[in-house]
């Protein structure tokens, strides 16, 4: 089974900066896209950024230019920078990735979420 734990959420005033993680771990062969979504109260869920194995990236227009996804392929794990956060920016943050996986038994492509963070940005 493969399992995403995420960390580094928080509580965070306007302006500042918070890095989120998201290790990947269990019987994985390759990863393809890793991505961030985020939730809002009140809200569907969003796509935030997603960066695929060969390193393109993508953006919602909201956050572009303040924040950065990255990952380590060698630890199966993925990043969010985010700076100048604003309170609009608010919200459960998930981890999500497309592997190809043992999983039950069988060798198959999967998506897997993680559990989810929270965000607060305010003063």
């Known amino acids: 089974q493969v399992q995403l734990v995420e960390s580094g959420g928080g509580l965070v005033q306007p302006g500042g900066s918070l890095r989120l993680s998201c290790a990947a771990s269990g019987s994985i062969f390759s990863i393809n896209a890793m991505g961030w979504y985020r939730q809002a109260a009140g809200k569907q869920r969003e796509l935030v950024t997603v960066i695929t194995s060969s390193g393109s990236t993508n953006y919602a227009d909201s956050v572009k230019g303040r924040f950065t996804i990255s990952r380590d392929n060698a630890k199966n794990t993925v990043y969010l920078q985010m700076n100048s956060l604003k309170p609009e920016d608010t919200a459960v943050y998930y981890c999500?990735?497309?592997?190809?996986?043992?999983?039950?038994?069988?060798?198959?492509?999967?998506?897997?979420w993680g559990q989810g963070t929270q965000v607060t940005v305010s003063s």
């Open positions: 999500n990735i497309d592997a190809y996986a043992r999983v039950r038994g069988l060798n198959r492509r999967t998506e897997v």
